[in-house]
């Protein structure tokens, strides 16, 4: 590792951020440094290597051939320091944190979180509700809950509950739904950016071909859901969204069909890594909060 004392690690660090993100603002933004700092940086360390590494242009800093492979490994090099520091860092066996998404956190795990802390109390969560996928080795993260459909890199993912939507709505309209074709005289709320439509539940039910008229549409089905027990229409819901409004009875399932998306909700964690025992606490809690799975599953 001798030649580690020609640079600066923090020239090298300039280095890879700049080669990576192709330009002096934004590798001082992720470096959390100046631009003129970030730009000393990288002199001093072409000056050390004795040539230049990027060319100067109007559409940014472009890596020079010769240095393409330099580059690469750098930022091979930095992913492992990173891994490795988050790999060291203590972990409080006493707290557990989990990544969901935000809808998720909402309508379904606050209400419960009492039962998992009756049944452990010696652990204390922190929920970090987010849409994105957390970095299990730099972001303090142990375990997530996701949807899809299982298959993420780097990510060991068990299934929790498959996916099944079903439609809902107030108990006010619940009352004018006797058969399935009946729903398609209400409004229904829809939720955007849904990765499915009506027509999965409506194939289901005997009706294919049959559309809905679309009253409100929003970008969050937690607001959705909020429409819905107001009593503006119907909702196609799944069962972490819906199942608490159920139980309080602010919601009502009219029918008894249930359509499968192919989705599921998966307890992910980092690849390879042997669960802690507060993670598989949590695991094991939370199965008991879910219907079961079906033998074939």
Known sequence: MKNLNLVHLNGLRALEAVGRLGSLQAAATELGVSVGAVSQQVIKAEMQLGQPVFHRLPKGMVAADAARPMLARLTDGFQSLSEAVGIGKQRDDTLLTISVAPVFAARFLVHRLDRFSARHPDIRLRIEATTVMADFVTDGVDLGIRVGGGKWPGIDAELLIEQTVF?????????????PKDILKLPAIIDGPSMFS???????????????????????????LDATMAGQGVMLAWHTLATYALEQGRLVEPFDIRARTG????????????????????????????PPLPENG
């Open 167 to 179: 439609p809902v709505c107030a108990p006010s309209l619940a009352k004018k739904l006797k058969e």
């Open 198 to 224: 009506w027509d999965i539940w409506l194939g289901e039910a005997g009706l294919s071909g049959a559309s809905m008229a679309t009253r409100h549409v929003f970008n969050d089905a937690s607001l959705c």
């Open 263 to 290: 989705n599921g909700h998966y307890l992910v964690t980092r690849a390879g890594m042997r669960l802690p025992a507060k993670v598989r606490a949590f695991r094991d809690w939370l199965k008991t909060e879910l």
